[in-house]
């Protein structure tokens, strides 16, 4: 756990070493012209798709999927970018999508520490980037935030800017904040109620408290929230669960659910995660939320670093595919 404990802790100059980086084989795209931009990735590679996604959203008139699957969706053609983020290099999902990105002449990119996949790049002479190698996938997201949003300025004429974060992340009451959340946690299933424009941090912090504290959890996203989950809790055992509800700058939404779930008397917890802007909200509450995950696992005695049962999947994952691919 100390391993894992200090990596979390020392984000801050893990995200500082990551914003300088080279890229090789630059392209040069005007993310006008593109008919979209596809990120593709799994787990804890996979939600750098959708941090950066939700950003972009709100951001640019170009439609911009993230893909989480063996399928590159049909309307993926040439004129899209296709930028895979697999921490390993080496996983399938990510590796299918990308071959076939490749069959299909699209713009390609891609963000990894090696692997396949980076092999794979330097062959097809596409846009690479490598991240900083050593870490476990989900701990190493400053650093893959960062050099995805690195290769999307210098290859589009992006201008992302996540340096704020650096200084968010030296805040010392985040530890603080994480140890009380551990505490609350314990001894009930985690809900995690969010608003849309923070559905990544949502999923994030179930990801983290699958991975790291080894428990299920689940992600509860306002305003759909209020056209069914808000039915389920009516008559849910009030002792099953433990409800965090993630504030940000959109309060109103969230204070309304926190309103309701406290009247209902379930065991609540509203964690202020907003900072001045997207990246820093969801970097700020990913990194209170992932050192909450490896206390919790301490307080529930198990191991925050070893994910045999992901292991399991891919040995399954491989055995099958190799019918298919
Ligand atoms: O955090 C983890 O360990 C996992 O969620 C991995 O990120 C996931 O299995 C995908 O692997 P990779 O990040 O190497 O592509």
Not at 113 to 135: C, D, F, N, P, T
Request: hydrophobic share 45%; proline share 3%.
């Amino acid at each position: 756990m100390r391993k894992i404990l200090e990596d979390y802790l020392n984000w801050s100059s893990q995200l500082k070493r990551a914003l300088t980086a080279e890229v090789l084989n630059p392209a040069s795209l005007d993310v006008g012209s593109l008919s979209g931009i596809a990120f593709v990735g799994m787990g804890g590679s996979g939600i750098i798709g959708d941090i950066v996604a939700k950003y972009l959203e709100r951001e640019v008139a170009t439609p911009v999927v993230v893909v989480k699957s063996f399928a590159l969706p049909k309307y993926v053609d040439s004129k899209w970018l296709v930028v895979a983020v697999s921490y390993s290099g080496n996983t399938l999902e990510t590796l299918t999508v990308f071959s076939e990105a490749a069959r299909r002449r699209v713009k390609l990119a891609a963000v990894s520490s090696g692997g396949r996949l980076m092999e794979l790049a330097e062959k097809l002479g596409v846009s690479r980037i490598y991240v900083e190698s050593g870490y476990l996938p989900r701990v190493a997201l400053p650093s893959m935030l960062a050099k995805t949003v690195v290769l999307l300025n210098k290859l589009t004429n992006l201008k992302i800017d996540i340096e704020r974060g650096v200084e968010i992340l030296k805040d010392v009451e985040g530890p603080e904040a994480a140890r009380e959340l551990a505490n609350f946690l314990s001894g009930g299933l985690p809900v995690f109620v969010v608003t849309e424009n923070m559905y990544p941090l949502g999923i994030r912090a179930k990801n983290e408290m699958n991975e790291n504290a080894k428990i299920a959890c689940k992600v509860e996203v306002l305003p759909e929230w209020g056209h069914n989950d808000v039915v389920g809790w009516e008559s849910t055992p009030r002792d099953l669960v433990k409800i965090v509800v993630l504030r940000d700058g959109f309060t109103e939404l969230a204070d309304f659910a926190a309103e309701y779930l406290r009247k209902l008397n379930y065991s609540l917890k509203v964690l202020e995660v907003g900072r001045v802007g997207y990246f820093e909200t969801v970097l700020y509450g990913s990194w209170v939320i992932g050192l909450a995950s490896v206390l919790l696992a301490s307080i529930r005695g198990v191991n925050s670093e070893s994910t045999e049962s992901i292991e399991h999947y891919k040995q399954f994952i491989h055995s099958y595919l190799k019918f298919y691919i």
